[in-house]
């Protein structure tokens, strides 16, 4: 039996099955071309961090979405690559993973056909939660949305584009997941 590659941080043992590389995922799952990340970061009101993409974004610009990527071939985890986009996208520090949000599966284009995407989104604390520093490069602008305003599609005067539907669900699914974990406290 292989051991899993240790983490930086702890983690839920929600997350157990993701601590594969992204090739030994793949040779595992292979239904699905490639592998990306999202996390979900709460404040201490319970606010959920989105992020803007970049005017400059070729994809999507200015839309609104959580920190989160492609898993890299040099990422030892899949796990390890939700901690270092949330470190390049905003900045942050993860500690701990507290549990798996989610899945959807989303396709693009690619010579022959097309790639077929899962994405995993995590739900993660950090050591200093207000200390976010945008990748310029990325993104534009944060802020910090509470349920009904992720459900509205606005926070305060500011319109939320999302990329695709699954991306606003997700979003509804962290808090439903904090909410039902809340309660078994």
Known sequence: MTQAPALPVEYDPSVQEYLLSEKQYL???????????GIVLF?????????????????FPEFWEIPGGKVDDSDETIVHAAIRELKEE????????????????????????????????FEVEV????????????????????????????VGDVSLKYISGDNKFVKLE????????????
């Open 27 to 37: 040779q595992n799952n292979g239904q699905y071309q490639v592998l990306c990340v």
């Open 43 to 59: 404040n201490k009101e319970g606010k959920l961090l989105l992020v803007q993409r970049a005017k400059t974004e070729k994809a």
């Open 90 to 121: 905003a900045g942050l520090e993860a500690t701990r993973i507290v549990r798996k949000v989610g899945t959807f599966v989303f396709y693009t284009p690619r010579p022959g056909g097309q790639a077929r995407w899962l994405k995993t989104i």
């Open 127 to 154: 050591k200093d939660v207000e200390a976010i520093t945008l990748d310029p490069v990325e993104h534009d602008n944060y802020l910090w949305a509470t349920e009904d305003e992720v459900t509205a599609d606005r």
């Open 174 to 185: 962290a808090f439903r997941h904090r909410r039902e974990a809340a309660a078994k406290m």
